[in-house]
Nanobody
């Protein structure tokens, strides 16, 4: 079993920045994809940024140019640097890892609120 621990959410003013972290615990994890989703109130969960098939990266169109995903393979950790934040970025952000053996783990979520 894999546990994902997220950190870094909070309250920030429009135009500000936050950095989220997600660390996966466990050994021998064969990762197929790892990244970030978000869910705003009364909306469906949506992809934000994700590593797939090795080093391929996908971003939601709404965050391209503002958000950057990165990772530390030695620590099984992914980061999400969020710049130029907008009120519409307000959501609970979830880390997700999919791996070998139908592994599909979610973090507990971290709240990001963009408001003046």
């Amino acid at each position: 079993q894999v546990q994902l621990v997220e950190s870094g959410g909070g309250l920030v003013q429009p135009g500000g920045s936050l950095r989220l972290s997600c660390a996966a615990s466990g050994s021998g994890i064969v990762i197929h994809s790892m990244g970030w989703y978000r869910q705003a109130p009364e909306k469906q969960r949506e992809l934000v940024a994700i590593y797939t098939s090795g080093s391929n990266i996908d971003y939601a169109d709404s965050v391209k140019g503002r958000f950057t995903i990165s990772r530390d393979n030695a620590k099984n950790t992914v980061y999400l640097q969020m710049n130029s934040l907008k009120p519409e970025d307000t959501a609970v952000y979830y880390c997700n890892l999919k791996g070998w053996g139908r592994l599909d783990s979610w973090g507990q979520g971290t709240q990001v609120t963009v408001s003046s």
